[in-house]
């Protein structure tokens, strides 16, 4: 059965975490939902797959980042967002409902800092959590998905930063 293998990330605040390299590694494409704080990140992301990356709060203003992404996926359509800008109360149900008339199969968001995935009226919204170092368990997320039983399969993958040596 034809698996396909994406992608997802946010709030990575200029840093990279190494082990995004292996938890991506062979991905078709990678989502970034913003504050990504450092284009030549997405540079560095680019060498493993393309990448969709929208601007976050953090972020200056870049042709590369605009603020809201709708892109064909095999799957089905994925509308990607900070959700900094997004009208709603930040709830993910509350986005889902947002952009129920643009027909995505996913909604991925950013901003909050907390892994999450659920379903709301037949949409899938996921947060993949925060990547970079701060706030928040940080954490990517890989979406395996088969054609031909259009099963998905999301794993989060958390991602543990050291504190940096002291000299």
Not at 126 to 133: I, Q
């Amino acid at each position: 059965m034809p698996r396909h293998r994406f992608g997802f990330l946010s709030d990575t605040h200029g840093a990279l975490h190494p082990d995004v390299f292996e938890d991506f590694a062979g991905v078709e494409a990678i989502f970034h939902a913003g504050d990504v704080e450092g284009e030549e990140l997405l540079d560095e992301l680019e060498a493993l797959a393309p990448v969709h990356a929208v601007h976050g709060n953090c972020d200056f203003s870049s042709p590369r980042l605009p603020a809201l992404r709708e892109i064909r996926a095999p799957f089905g359509l994925v509308i990607l967002t900070h959700s900094h800008l997004v009208p709603t109360d930040g709830r993910p149900e509350s986005l889902a409902a947002h952009f129920r008339a643009r027909g995505p199969r996913l909604v991925v968001y950013g901003h909050t800092h907390q892994a999450y995935l659920g379903e709301h009226d037949g949409i899938r919204v996921l947060n993949p959590g925060p990547a970079g170092r701060g706030r928040g368990r940080p954490s990517v997320c890989v979406l395996e998905w088969t054609s031909e039983t259009d099963e998905f399969e999301f794993e989060f993958r958390p991602l543990e930063w050291k504190p940096p040596r002291r000299s």
